[in-house]
């Protein structure tokens, strides 16, 4: 079965290791401060100006101005800082996040991404991807397999307007967990119950499957 957005959130979250400088995009990615392995010391960023953010609130914990990239109320955890959007953004271009997740509208075998626009749609901006894929060490980009017309969206080329090229290390979609390199997607992983054959269809690039694939693995 595909995962949902929460379990796409989850696995990601395995991703992260103790140390780690992290910022989260919108949508799923954001999910993942949720599931942060407990004891592991991990600082997440986010571009309007938090080091520190820590989980969703609680109603009771709400505070209107404390706000992610993406406008949600957050909350900050024990030694958060705020600083400037100007700082936060000297940050990322500096080299100094380890690891971003991001979403995609596509991806392709070679690494690039394509995530700020589809042409004819409106945009209210591009936001800080661009950056965030020029500065960061380490980028996994989080997705449905397919879109609503069950396309693929892991492409031999990207046909959209690139954000960044080159820059992906691995895709947890809501099928399987990729890596990629060599210019292909090298399976990792799939989502409880879903088979090789099925990623095999909807994935449209150059797809590279070991003779075994084991299942994800989510602690309880």
Same mark, same amino acid.
């Given at each position: 079965?595909?995962?949902?957005?929460?379990?796409?959130a989850m696995r990601v979250?395995?991703?992260?290791?103790?140390?780690?400088?992290?910022?989260? &995009?919108?949508?799923?990615? =954001?999910?993942?401060?949720n599931y942060v392995p407990?004891?592991?010391?991990?600082?997440?960023?986010?571009?309007?100006?938090?080091?520190?953010?820590?989980?969703?609130?609680?109603?009771?914990?709400? @505070?209107?101005?404390?706000?992610?990239? /993406?406008?949600?109320?957050?909350?900050?955890?024990?030694?958060?800082?705020?600083?400037?959007?100007?700082?936060?953004?000297?940050?990322?271009?500096? &080299?100094?996040?380890?690891?971003?997740?991001?979403?995609?509208?596509?991806?392709?075998?070679?690494?690039?991404?394509?995530?700020?626009?589809?042409? /004819?749609?409106?945009?209210?901006?591009? /936001? &800080?991807?661009?950056?965030?894929?020029?500065?960061?060490?380490?980028?996994?980009? =989080?997705?449905?397999?397919?879109?609503?017309?069950g396309e693929s969206k892991?492409?031999?080329?990207?046909?959209?307007?690139?954000? &960044?090229?080159?820059?992906?290390?691995?895709?947890?979609?809501?099928?399987?967990?990729?890596?990629?390199?060599?210019?292909?997607?090298?399976?990792?992983?799939?989502?409880?119950?879903?088979?090789?054959?099925?990623?095999?269809?909807?994935?449209?690039?150059?797809?590279?499957?070991? @003779? @075994?694939?084991?299942?994800?693995?989510?602690?309880?």
């Open positions: 079965m595909a995962l949902t957005r929460e379990q796409m979250a395995q991703e992260l290791r103790d140390g780690f400088y992290v910022n989260l &995009g919108i949508g799923i990615p =954001t999910l993942v401060a407990q004891g592991m010391d991990v600082m997440l960023q986010s571009e309007n100006g938090l080091l520190g953010m820590g989980a969703y609130p609680t109603e009771q914990e709400v @505070d209107a101005d404390m706000i992610n990239a /993406g406008k949600e109320t957050v909350t900050a955890r024990t030694g958060a800082a705020i600083f400037s959007s100007a700082e936060s953004f000297a940050m990322i271009r500096g &080299g100094h996040v380890d690891l971003t997740v991001l979403g995609a509208f596509e991806v392709d075998q070679h690494g690039n991404l394509a995530s700020w626009m589809i042409p /004819g749609k409106l945009i209210k901006g591009m /936001g &800080g991807a661009m950056d965030l894929v020029a500065g960061a060490k380490n980028i996994i980009c =989080t997705m449905t397999h397919a879109n609503k017309q892991l492409l031999q080329h990207c046909s959209l307007p690139l954000t &960044g090229v080159n820059c992906i290390n691995k895709i947890v979609t809501d099928l399987a967990l990729l890596e990629v390199k060599g210019g292909a997607f090298h399976l990792l992983e799939r989502a409880p119950g879903v088979s090789v054959a099925e990623i095999q269809a909807k994935t449209a690039g150059i797809l590279i499957c070991p @003779d @075994d694939v084991p299942e994800m693995a989510f602690s309880t």
